[in-house]
């Protein structure tokens, strides 16, 4: 509980004080009665909704990882950052519109 609390507290201190959402973990109620903070419980259908997104997400990241792997010594990861901002970006502009942003060219094969 102390380090849920902890957590929590850093979080309230970086972002502010929001109502939060949870799967029902024991240690979360106390916690965020201590802090003073709203706190509800997500339904079965909301939670299996968000592990969905989740893994969709940690698949997407694996296959990147997995067709172009890092072959730097200490590598600070920042290629893997770039793809994330970039499958956020086109993840979020293809539910919002339903359709890329970008056209395909045709290629032509001269004879």
Not at 14 to 38: M, Q, S
């Given at each position: 509980?102390?380090?849920?609390?902890?957590?929590?507290?850093?979080?309230?201190?970086k972002y502010?004080?929001?109502?939060?959402?949870?799967?029902?973990?024991?240690?979360?109620?106390?916690?965020?009665?201590?802090?003073?903070?709203k706190h509800?419980?997500?339904?079965?259908?909301?939670?299996?909704?968000?592990?969905?997104?989740?893994?969709?997400?940690?698949?997407?990241?694996e296959s990147?990882?997995?067709?172009?792997?890092?072959?730097?010594?200490?590598?600070?990861?920042?290629?893997?950052?770039?793809?994330?901002?970039?499958?956020?970006?086109?993840?979020?502009?293809?539910?919002?519109?339903?359709?890329?942003?970008?056209?395909?060219?045709?290629?032509?094969?001269?004879?």
């Amino acid at each position: 509980m102390l380090v849920a609390e902890k957590f929590i507290r850093s979080l309230v201190e970086k972002y502010g004080r929001h109502t939060v959402y949870t799967h029902g973990g024991t240690w979360y109620d106390e916690a965020y009665n201590i802090i003073g903070l709203k706190h509800y419980l997500h339904s079965p259908f909301q939670k299996s909704l968000m592990e969905r997104v989740n893994q969709y997400f940690k698949d997407r990241t694996e296959s990147f990882d997995d067709y172009y792997p890092c072959r730097q010594i200490e590598c600070n990861l920042f290629h893997v950052y770039n793809w994330i901002q970039f499958f956020v970006s086109m993840y979020n502009d293809t539910i919002s519109n339903n359709t890329y942003n970008f056209q395909l060219k045709e290629v032509r094969i001269l004879p």
